[in-house]
C-alpha cells in the first residue's frame, strides 16, 4: 500500500516532533519534510508535490495564507490545520478552514486512531476548484482572432487569486497582451506567476521594466516593491517604478490603471473582487479615455469593496458574475468574425 505523503508546517518543533511520532504509528502515511515558515512551505509543496499538509493556524492569519491554498489547489494538493493551545473543540479557525468537511483538523495531542480518521478523510475529499492545466484552454472559447491594438488590464485584492484563476483558464494561447495588479504579501510574487501560469495557457510572467506586452503574454505585479506602469517605448512595455504606495497598496491598481489612459480606446479593463477603494479611480479614467470596463458583482465576490465603489462613481460599464468576466474580456478584444460562447455552453 502507498503511504500518502505529507508535510508538517508549524514553528513549533515539539509540535513537529510528536505529529511525526503519530503519523508513523499509522504506518499510513510518510513525512517528506517538516516547515517552520510559509516561505519554506511553498517551496517544500512546490518541490515534493506532497498529498496532505498540515498547517499551523497561526499560518493562516498571514496575508499570504490564500495565496498558499490556491497553490496548493492548484498542485492537488489537500490542508488539515493544526490547531494549537488547550481547548480543540471551540477554535474558530477550526470551523472556518478545517479539511474536507469544514471541521476536521489535527491537533498535537490526538492519538494516531484520531489522526488516521482525519486524514483519511481530508485525503479522499474532492479538491475544491477545478483547473484547466497549461496548454489546454476551455472548449466554451472558439478562437477566431483578436484586435493587434487591444490590451486586459486587471486589478483584484482580497479573494483575487480564486477569481484570477477563474478568469485565467479562459485564456487561450494568443490572448491579448494582459497586465495584471493583485494585492498580496511580499516575497511571494514568484510563486503566485507559478501558480497561475499552471492555470493558462497563454505565458504568466512577473512584470519587469523593458518586458514587452505582447500577444500569448500575461504580466503579473504581485507582492513587487514598486508599481506596474505602461509605458510606449517603441512598444507597449512594463515598467515597476519606485515609490510610495498609491490608494494604500504597492504596487496599486490606480496606477496601472492610470498609466493606460493615453490608450485607453484600446484598453478593456477589469476589476475584481477587493478591500477598499484601489483601482476604482484609476478605472473611472479609463472609462472617461474610451475604454471597456467590467466590474465583478457582489455575490461572485469574496469582499465586495473596490468593485462596489468602481460601480458607484460610475467607472463600470457592465457588472458581471466572475463566471462571465473572462469571457467577457476576451469578447471585447475579438475580431468583428470571433466569437466565444458562454461559461458551461
Known amino acids: 500500500m502507498t503511504k500518502a505523503r505529507v508535510v508538517i508546517a508549524t514553528p513549533s518543533m515539539i509540535e513537529q516532533s510528536r505529529l511525526e511520532k503519530t503519523l508513523e504509528q499509522t504506518g499510513q502515511f510518510d513525512v517528506v519534510a517538516q516547515t517552520s515558515d510559509l516561505s519554506a512551505t511553498y517551496s517544500k509543496v512546490e518541490e515534493l508535490l506532497p498529498d496532505i499538509v498540515i498547517i499551523a493556524e497561526g499560518f493562516a492569519r498571514q496575508d499570504e495564507y490564500q495565496c498558499m491554498?490556491?497553490?496548493?489547489?492548484?498542485?492537488e494538493t489537500r490542508t488539515v490545520p493544526l490547531i494549537g493551545g488547550n481547548s480543540i473543540d471551540l477554535s474558530p479557525f477550526a470551523r472556518t478552514h478545517g479539511g474536507a468537511h469544514g471541521g476536521d483538523f489535527v491537533h498535537s495531542r490526538m492519538n494516531a486512531d484520531e489522526v488516521l480518521r482525519v486524514l483519511s478523510s481530508a485525503a479522499s475529499a474532492p479538491l475544491p476548484v477545478a483547473f484547466v492545466r497549461k496548454g489546454h484552454p476551455p472548449a466554451t472559447i472558439s478562437n477566431g482572432g483578436f484586435r493587434h491594438d487591444k490590451v486586459i488590464l486587471i486589478g483584484a485584492s482580497t479573494g483575487g487569486i480564486d477569481a484570477l484563476t477563474t478568469i485565467l483558464q479562459h485564456f487561450p494561447l494568443d490572448c491579448p497582451p494582459t497586465a495584471i495588479v493583485q494585492h498580496t504579501g511580499q516575497n511571494f510574487s514568484e510563486t503566485l506567476a507559478r501558480l497561475l501560469d499552471r492555470r493558462c495557457a497563454a505565458e504568466v510572467v512577473l512584470a519587469e521594466t523593458g518586458l514587452e506586452m505582447k500577444s500569448g503574454r500575461i504580466?503579473?505585479?504581485?507582492?513587487?516593491?514598486?508599481?506596474?506602469?505602461?509605458?510606449?517605448?517603441?512598444?507597449l512595455r512594463c515598467a515597476v517604478n519606485q515609490g510610495p504606495a498609491t490608494s494604500g497598496h504597492l504596487p496599486s491598481i490606480d496606477e496601472l490603471?492610470?498609466?493606460a489612459v493615453p490608450i485607453g480606446n484600446s484598453v478593456v479593463a477589469a476589476?475584481?473582487?477587493?478591500?477598499?477603494?484601489?483601482?476604482?479611480?484609476?478605472?473611472l479614467r479609463l472609462r472617461h479615455a474610451g475604454a471597456t470596463t467590467f466590474g465583478q458583482d457582489e455575490a461572485s465576490s469574496v469582499v465586495y469593496g473596490m468593485p462596489r465603489v468602481a460601480k458607484e462613481i460610475g467607472a463600470v460599464q457592465r457588472q458581471l458574475h466572475l463566471l462571465e468576466i473572462g469571457p467577457a474580456l476576451l469578447q471585447a478584444c475579438a475580431q468583428p468574425q470571433a466569437q466565444f460562447g458562454k461559461v458551461g455552453a
Open 257 to 259: 490603471f492610470g498609466s
Open 271 to 283: 476589476l475584481l473582487t477587493g478591500m477598499g477603494r484601489d483601482g476604482a479611480t484609476g478605472l
Open 69 to 75: 491554498v490556491s497553490l496548493f489547489q492548484a498542485v
Open 219 to 235: 504580466c503579473l505585479a504581485g507582492g513587487i516593491d514598486g508599481h506596474l506602469r505602461l509605458e510606449h517605448r517603441g512598444a
